[in-house]
T-cell receptor, first 115, second 111 residues
Framework: SAVISQKPSRDICQRGTSLTIQCQVD?????MFWYRQQPGQSLTLIAT?????????ESGFVIDKFPISRPNLTFSTLTVSNMSPEDSSIYLC????????????FGPGTRLTVT | QKEVEQDPGPLSVPEGAIVSLNCTYS??????FMWYRQYSRKGPELLMY????GNKEDGRFTAQVDKSSKYISLFIRDSQPSDSATYLC???????????FGTGTKLQVIP
């Protein structure tokens, strides 16, 4: 299994600002994923981040709003740009745990509130 | 219509009860099915994974899949207060991007 940490664990931000969330894994992994979990809604995949290539974004998510970096095999960042209250959510990173991608190990999440 | 429907609960049961958690889905292409458990302020963790119709048992947990009805269930026997968490069903048809999660059912087991 992989141990994943995220920073910050929570933050309260002003509208119009940006926040960068860090995700650190204790082992090298090829694929990392970023999810959003809003109250009452399902986990929604934002993008997949492979080391050495551009992140792949899901429908409804764009790089200008959620730029992602993947500088090495154990680390990734997600930036939430020009925030609005609608961006208030829990943001989770995960890594492939095997089973052909069926199993994912998740970080503890970053709880973001935008005022 | 959502691809995956899951009753959000909350579901409150006494310790020792049998718990039944359910999801329905509309996409007949889904081939594999998972249940994740998420404790408060933690990320989800995989509890059960199954590929075919039928039952799969792991200790006090049984996952059941009925592809003909597009219905999956998770049964918890002899429920414990430590089972109190949100349970997310998830399913997919191939590859990482195809995993679709339910909204989760919040379970509380009362001592």
């Amino acid at each position: 299994s992989a141990v994943i940490s995220q920073k910050p664990s929570r933050d309260i931000c002003q509208r119009g600002t940006s926040l960068t969330i860090q995700c650190q894994v204790d082992s090298q992994v090829t694929m990392m994923f970023w999810y959003r979990q809003q109250p009452g809604q399902s986990l929604t995949l934002i993008a997949t981040a492979n080391q050495g290539s551009e992140a792949t974004y899901e429908s409804g998510f764009v790089i200008d709003k959620f730029p992602i970096s993947r500088p090495n095999l154990t680390f990734s960042t997600l930036t939430v740009s020009n925030m609005s209250p609608e961006d208030s959510s829990i943001y989770l990173c995960s890594v492939d745990g095997g089973l052909g991608g069926r199993e994912q190990y998740f970080g503890p999440g970053t709880r973001l509130t935008v005022t | 219509q959502k691809e995956v429907e899951q009753d959000p609960g909350p579901l409150s049961v006494p310790e020792g009860a049998i718990v039944s958690l359910n999801c329905t889905y509309s996409n007949s292409a889904f081939q594999y099915f998972m249940w994740y458990r998420q404790y408060s302020r933690k990320g989800p963790e995989l509890l059960m994974y199954t590929y075919s119709s039928g039952n799969k048992e792991d200790g006090r947990f049984t996952a059941q899949v009925d592809k003909s009805s597009k219905y999956i269930s998770l049964f918890i026997r002899d429920s414990q207060p430590s089972d109190s968490a949100t349970y997310l069903c998830a399913m997919g048809s191939g590859g990482y991007q195809k995993v679709t999660f339910g909204t989760g059912t919040k379970l509380q087991v009362i001592p």
